[in-house]
C-alpha cells in the first residue's frame, strides 16, 4: 500500500510537472520581446541568422573563410564568436538547442582603435524556465568562476575564465538571452529594453522588413557610425568614407556563399535626407545598361558607373531636389549664371543636351604618376558629332574670353584639348565630381573624357588603342554577368590594384598594417556593388568573388622595369660603354603646350632637359651630372631619337657615340 501511494504520489507529481510545461509552451500569454529592441544603438553592423548553428558551419568551412582565418583580425572575430559556445560546447543538446532560434551578433566601437561584439539569443517561451538559468552551474567546471550583479532590476551573470583572465557576462532579459565580454554592451542592452532606440528607428525598420529570412544570414549597416569603425584602422579622414556615413543610413543584405566562396548579398539601402543632391536625383531618374567598359582600361582599379534613363531627365530631378534647400539652389543658378554670362554658353544646349544616359568615375593603375590617383570622368554621348561641335564651341568661348590659350594637341590620332571653366564640374554635378577642377578632355568614339592630367587620357587612348580594356577583359565580363545589366549605380574594384593605389597614398604606419595584410585583402580581387531604386530605396546587390591569393598572385601584371639612362659603373672605361647609355626614360608633361620639359637633382641642378611639342620630345636633349657636367647630348624628332648622339664622362671628355 505503501508503495503505491510512493508511486501515485511520483505520478501525481510528474503529471502536475507536464502541465506546468504545457502551461509554460502552450497556454502561458506571448509576451515575447524582440531581440533588436535589446541591441545597443550605437552598432556599425548587425548580423542576423535564423539557423546560426548551420550558418556558421557553412562559412567556416568555406575555403575563403580558412583563409581569412589567418588574418589577426577575423581569427580575434573568429575566436570572438567561438568563446560564446565554449560555455555550452561540452553539452552538444544544448549547442543544438541554438539552432532554430534567432541570433543577432552586432559590432560596436568601445574606444577610437577597438571594437567590442554583442549577442542576441531568442530563447523565445524556454526562458521562464528558471531552470535554465541555474543549469549554467553545470556547465561550468573548475576552470570559471559564476558571480552575479544586479544592473537596473536586472541580474547579470559574469563567467570568468581563469585561464585567460576574460569575463563574459550574460543577462536574461523576457525571453532573450544577451552575452558580450564588453560588460558595457550588456548594461547598455539593459538601457535600450527600458528605452529601445534602434528597433524603433523607422529607417531601420523599412531595410529590415524589406529584407526576407529564409538564407544564410542577413546584415545590417548602420552608417552613421560607419566613419568611426573605419578610423580604427587609420587616422587619415577618408573622403569617400566621410560621404558614404553622411549620404547613407542603413544597409541590409541576405547572404548566400556557393561551393567557390564567392559571397553575394542582396538587400536593400535608404538615404539620408541631408545627401549630395545626386543621390537623390539618380534615385528618381531610372537606370541603363552600362557600356563605358569599352573604353576603361584593364588597368582600372575603381569603376563608378551612374545610368540612368537620360541624362537630361537627371539633370531635371538634380535641379529639383536642389529646390528643398533654397539657400544652395540659389548659389547653384548663381554659378550657373555667372559661367554663362561670362562666355556667352548655354549650360543646357552645350553641356546637358549631348551627354547619354552613363557617366562614370575611373580610378586607374598607373606607373606615371606615382603616389597619386589617376583618375578620369567619363561621359557617354547620346551623339557624339553634336558633342564634338558644342565642346569645341565652349573651348572657342574659352579662347576669346580668357587669356587661356591652349592648342589643342594630338595624339595617336586623338585631340586632347583643355577645360579652363575652374570647378565647373563640382558646380555642375555637385562635391562628388570636385576632382576634375580644370581637365584636360578627349573623344573616343561616343565617349568624353576628362581629366586633370593629360598623361591620364594618353593612358586611356593607348589601352584602347591595344584593346586592353575592361570591355575586352574575359574576368571581368564573367564577373559583370553576376548582376543585372541595368543599373542606377554600379562599383567595380579590382582589389589588388586598388590595393597598389591605396599604398601609394599612405603614411608609414598605415602601408606597415597594409603589407601585413595584403593576403587577406587580395584574395577577394573582385568586388562588386549595384543600386538600382525601388521606391524611396536603393535595391543593392553586394558580390564577392573569393580566389586563392597565390592565384590571384600569379594574375597581377608586374610592370617591366624601365631602362635607366645611368650605366651601372660612371667610372666604366670607353670601350666597355654600349649603345645601352642612349635608352632614356619616357617623359610625362603635365603642360602639352609647353616648350620645353626638365627635371632636377635633389641639390636644385638640372639632370636632363628637353624641347618638346605638343607634349612630345622634339628637339634638343642635354643630360648632366648631378655637378652639372654635360653627360648627354642629342637630338629627338617627333618623340624619336635623332642624329648624332653624344655621350660624355665626368672630365667632359666624349666617349660614346651613336647615330639614330
Known amino acids: 500500500m505503501t508503495k503505491k501511494r510512493i508511486f501515485y504520489g511520483f505520478l501525481a507529481l510528474f503529471v502536475l510537472y507536464l502541465c506546468y510545461l504545457a502551461y509554460i509552451f502552450i497556454l502561458s500569454p506571448k509576451t ?17 541568422s535564423e539557423q546560426p548553428v548551420e550558418s556558421w558551419e557553412k562559412v567556416s568551412q568555406s575555403e575563403g573563410w ?30 543544438e538547442f541554438f539552432d532554430n532560434r534567432s541570433l543577432f551578433i552586432s559590432i560596436h566601437m568601445i574606444s577610437p582603435k577597438d571594437y567590442g561584439i554583442f549577442y542576441v539569443l531568442d530563447l523565445k517561451r524556454i526562458a521562464k524556465l528558471q531552470l535554465l538559468k541555474t543549469y549554467l552551474n553545470t556547465l561550468l567546471d573548475d576552470g570559471y568562476v559564476l558571480s552575479k550583479r544586479s544592473y537596473h532590476e536586472h541580474e547579470i551573470l559574469e563567467v570568468h575564465d581563469r585561464e585567460s583572465k576574460e569575463t563574459m557576462y550574460l543577462a536574461f532579459i523576457k525571453n532573450q538571452l544577451v552575452a558580450s565580454y564588453t560588460h558595457t554592451l550588456v548594461e547598455a542592452s539593459i538601457d535600450q529594453y527600458n528605452e529601445p532606440v534602434l528597433g524603433r528607428n523607422l529607417n531601420f525598420l523599412e531595410i529590415n522588413q524589406k529584407v526576407g529570412h529564409e538564407d ?47 559571397l553575394t548579398a542582396n538587400g536593400y539601402t535608404n538615404i539620408s535626407a541631408v545627401n549630395e543632391y545626386y543621390l537623390e536625383a539618380l534615385q528618381k531618374s531610372g537606370t541603363s545598361e552600362r557600356s563605358i567598359p569599352e573604353i576603361a582600361p584593364n588597368s582600372t582599379a575603381l569603376y563608378i558607373s551612374y545610368g540612368f534613363d537620360s541624362f537630361a ?52 593603375q598607373s606607373h606615371i604618376s606615382k603616389g597619386k590617383n589617376d583618375v578620369a570622368l567619363v561621359l557617354k554621348t547620346n551623339d557624339a558629332e553634336d558633342a564634338k561641335t558644342n565642346l569645341d564651341f565652349v573651348v572657342e568661348q574659352i579662347r576669346k574670353k580668357t587669356p587661356v590659350k591652349f592648342k589643342a594637341v594630338n595624339y595617336k590620332d586623338y585631340e586632347i584639348n583643355f577645360l579652363s571653366i575652374k570647378g565647373f564640374f563640382k558646380m555642375l554635378l555637385g562635391g562628388r565630381f570636385d576632382e576634375f577642377d580644370k581637365p584636360y578632355f578627349t573623344q573616343i568614339d561616343d565617349y568624353v573624357i576628362f581629366s586633370d592630367n593629360p598623361n591620364t587620357l594618353k593612358g586611356i587612348i593607348d589601352k584602347v588603342v591595344e584593346e586592353e580594356t575592361l570591355g575586352t577583359s574575359e574576368t571581368f565580363r564573367d564577373f559583370e554577368q553576376k548582376f543585372d545589366s541595368e543599373s542606377t549605380v554600379f562599383v567595380y574594384s579590382n582589389v589588388p590594384l586598388l590595393y597598389d593605389n591605396m599604398y601609394a597614398l599612405a603614411d608609414a604606419p598605415t602601408k606597415q598594417r597594409m603589407r601585413k595584410n595584403k593576403d587577406f585583402i587580395i584574395c577577394f580581387p573582385q568586388v562588386g556593388l549595384q543600386l538600382s531604386p525601388e521606391d524611396d530605396l536603393f535595391e543593392s546587390r553586394l558580390v564577392l568573388n573569393y580566389q586563392d591569393v597565390e592565384e590571384v598572385k600569379k594574375a597581377i601584371n608586374v610592370p617591366k622595369d624601365i631602362p635607366k639612362s645611368t650605366p651601372k659603373t660612371q667610372n666604366s672605361a670607353a670601350a666597355q660603354i654600349t649603345d645601352a647609355v642612349f635608352n632614356l626614360r619616357p617623359i610625362y608633361p603635365t603642360d602639352l603646350n609647353a616648350d620645353s620639359f626638365s627635371k632636377k637633382y635633389a641639390n636644385g641642378n638640372i639632370w636632363f632637359e628637353v624641347d618638346i611639342k605638343d607634349g612630345l620630345k622634339h628637339g634638343r636633349y642635354e643630360e648632366f651630372y648631378p655637378d652639372g657636367t654635360r653627360k648627354i647630348r642629342g637630338r629627338f624628332r617627333n618623340d624619336e631619337q635623332a642624329g648624332t648622339w653624344r655621350y660624355y664622362n665626368k672630365e667632359g671628355d666624349q666617349v660614346h657615340k651613336k647615330r639614330f
Open 313 to 364: 531627365e537627371f539633370y531635371k530631378n538634380f535641379e529639383m531636389v536642389q529646390q528643398n534647400d533654397p539657400e544652395q539652389f540659389e548659389s547653384y543658378q548663381k554659378g550657373i549664371a555667372k559661367v554663362e554670362k561670362f562666355l556667352k554658353i548655354d549650360v543646357k544646349e552645350n553641356f546637358v543636351s549631348w551627354i547619354g544616359d552613363e557617366i562614370a568615375v575611373l580610378q586607374i
Open 216 to 262: 544564410l544570414f542577413r546584415m545590417y549597416v548602420q552608417y552613421h557610425y560607419f566613419d568611426d569603425y573605419i578610423k580604427q584602422y587609420s587616422d587619415r579622414p577618408s573622403d569617400w568614407v566621410k560621404r558614404v556615413s553622411e549620404n547613407f543610413l542603413f544597409s541590409g543584405f541576405y547572404f548566400d556563399l556557393d561551393e567557390n566562396s564567392m
Open 32 to 48: 515575447n520581446l524582440q531581440s533588436i529592441y535589446l541591441i545597443p544603438k550605437d552598432a556599425v553592423f548587425i548580423i542576423e
Open 66 to 95: 580558412h583563409h581569412l582565418k589567418k588574418n589577426d583580425y577575423f581569427s580575434e572575430l573568429t575566436e570572438n564568436i567561438q568563446r560564446v559556445d565554449t560555455v555550452f560546447n561540452d553539452n552538444h543538446k544544448l549547442f
